[in-house]
């Protein structure tokens, strides 16, 4: 089996990576760095690097605000324009969330009803939270 390990560094994620390569899984750890990004990762395409840049900078000023409700929607690794509609999301935190099948995919047309339904809710104000397909 294919499995992501995300905060693999950390003291729980080592052991869940030694559990799993002992018992013969495919796994594939993910560690966090001091301030490390997606968009510094070696295979993050060049072409998106400036807009990747230009969101950090403006979840950067958002966080200084505090006269606005204000949330920011990361799109999972793999945003397809033309990808299928399915209504079926996670929302996870700032870390990089890899869904049930490995992917981080998500589709503009479900990052459009997670975005709606966190606008509607109100649940995530003044926070950075990301969207990746079920």
Do not use: C
């Not at 869940?16 to 997606?38: C, H, I, P, S």
């Not at 807009?51 to 966080?63: D, F, G, P, T, V």
């Not at 299928?84 to 935190?93: C, D, F, P, Q, S």
């Amino acid at each position: 089996m294919k499995i992501a390990v995300v905060a693999a560094n950390g003291r729980v994620g080592k052991l869940v990576v030694k559990e799993a390569l002992e018992r013969g899984n495919d796994v594939t750890a993910f560690v966090r760095g001091e301030n490390q990004v997606v968009a510094d990762g070696p295979d993050f395409p060049d072409e998106f690097k400036p807009l990747a840049n230009a969101q950090a900078n403006e979840l950067k000023e958002l966080r200084k605000r505090d006269d606005v409700k204000w949330t920011f929607l990361s799109p999972a690794g793999d945003f397809q324009a033309e990808g299928e509609r399915t209504g079926k999301y996670i929302l996870a935190g700032e870390e990089l969330t890899i869904n049930s099948k490995g992917e981080s995919i998500i589709s503009y047309a479900d990052y459009a009803i997670a975005m709606v339904d966190e606008i509607e809710k109100g649940n995530h104000i003044k926070e950075r939270i990301s969207v990746v397909r079920e």
